[in-house]
């Protein structure tokens, strides 16, 4: 046996525990949601009809409505700090302490998702919270107060940033360490100064990562449900149950019985999260091999 036909078997070896896991908790979940999406209760062909329920149902505009928002802010805030930090932390900081900030940066995302939203509860509440001083200058004396709807996404992207902005700034910063040393010095020979540099090179030049990035973190905030779910159970049920898309499927099939539903919107957000998807890797050309 060939040394390459070794290799290329140890390649299906690494790669068949995950499509495995995948075929099992992906491809047929999803099969199956197509199934239901598209048949009633008694396994009837419907069409568009479980569709066109779902869509006219008066909590459906409202939850796409709050995701959109919290969407918006999440990306514009995630992209703008974990990029520029990342680029701080590269060029603009001693070895030793760039590698301890990463590491604490890092530190949250450690944490399992429903223990930070049950930190972040804690800390919202000008009761107990460490930040009660701050929070009370802001003029929030109570904890209704801080999680009013009209803060909810601000609050729902700040607890997401805090968990998640660390392992992107690390990425980020190792795509800023694959950059060639003399393009940074033939732009420094050129006139470029630290932040010109930045903008005109380094970001450039790990865009595909950027776009990465925002693709998974678009992905991932579609998919919103354990922070207003637990900020629901939290609060004794002032927050709305179908706040985010994800809770309205849930509360569709736990609450209602209507699985048929409850797939029909789960198949929206894959298919709006594809077409977000392809529209970034096609600007980005993230998949461009280059010559």
């Given at each position: 046996?060939?040394?390459s036909?070794r290799?290329?078997?140890?390649?299906?070896?690494?790669?068949?525990?995950?499509?495995?896991?995948?075929?099992?908790?992906?491809?047929?979940?999803?099969a199956?949601?197509?199934?239901?999406a598209?048949?009633?209760?008694?396994?009837?062909?419907?069409?568009?009809?479980?569709?066109?329920?779902?869509?006219?149902?008066?909590r459906?505009?409202?939850?796409?409505?709050?995701?959109?928002?919290?969407?918006?802010?999440?990306l514009?805030?995630?992209?703008?700090?974990?990029?520029?930090?990342?680029?701080?932390?590269?060029?603009?900081?001693?070895?030793?302490l760039s590698?301890?900030?990463?590491?604490?940066?890092?530190?949250?995302?450690?944490?399992a998702?429903?223990?930070?939203?049950?930190?972040?509860?804690?800390?919202?509440?000008?009761?107990?919270?460490?930040?009660?001083?701050?929070?009370?200058?802001?003029?929030?004396?109570?904890?209704?107060?801080?999680?009013?709807?009209?803060?909810?996404?601000?609050?729902f992207?700040?607890?997401?940033?805090?968990?998640?902005?660390?392992g992107w700034?690390?990425?980020?910063?190792?795509?800023?360490?694959?950059i060639?040393?003399e393009?940074?010095?033939?732009?420094?020979i050129?006139?470029?100064?630290?932040?010109?540099?930045?903008?005109?090179?380094?970001?450039p030049?790990?865009?595909?990562?950027?776009?990465?990035?925002?693709?998974?973190?678009?992905?991932?905030g579609?998919?919103?449900?354990?922070?207003?779910?637990?900020?629901?159970?939290?609060?004794?049920?002032?927050?709305?149950p179908a706040?985010?898309?994800?809770?309205?499927a849930?509360?569709?099939?736990?609450?209602?019985?209507?699985?048929?539903?409850?797939?029909?919107?789960?198949?929206?957000?894959?298919?709006?999260?594809?077409?977000?998807?392809?529209?970034?890797?096609?600007?980005?050309?993230?998949?461009?091999?280059?010559?």
């Open positions: 046996m060939t040394r036909l290799g290329g078997q140890a390649g299906y070896f690494f790669v068949a525990g995950y499509v495995v896991l995948l075929v099992a908790f992906g491809i047929v979940p999803t199956y949601a197509f199934y239901l598209f048949t009633n209760d008694r396994g009837q062909f419907t069409g568009l009809n479980q569709f066109v329920k779902v869509i006219g149902d008066y459906f505009a409202p939850a796409f409505a709050h995701v959109a928002v919290y969407l918006v802010l999440w514009v805030l995630l992209l703008i700090l974990t990029v520029g930090i990342a680029v701080v932390l590269r060029g603009r900081m001693r070895p030793g590698a301890t900030l990463r590491f604490l940066y890092y530190v949250p995302g450690a944490l998702g429903v223990a930070s939203v049950l930190v972040w509860l804690f800390m919202l509440d000008p009761s107990v919270s460490p930040a009660s001083g701050l929070l009370r200058a802001l003029g929030f004396d109570t904890f209704s107060q801080v999680i009013a709807p009209e803060n909810l996404p601000l609050v992207v700040l607890i997401a940033f805090w968990t998640g902005a660390g700034i690390v990425v980020m910063y190792g795509a800023l360490n694959n060639p040393d393009i940074l010095e033939a732009a420094r050129d006139g470029a100064g630290p932040w010109k540099s930045a903008l005109f090179v380094q970001i030049m790990i865009s595909r990562w950027i776009a990465y990035m925002a693709i998974l973190a678009f992905a991932g579609t998919q919103l449900f354990v922070e207003p779910q637990m900020l629901q159970t939290a609060s004794l049920g002032r927050l709305d706040w985010s898309p994800n809770q309205l849930y509360v569709l099939a736990f609450r209602y019985g209507d699985f048929n539903g409850a797939a029909a919107v789960s198949l929206i957000l894959l298919v709006l999260g594809l077409l977000c998807a392809g529209l970034l890797v096609r600007r980005s050309g993230l998949f461009k091999v280059d010559a």
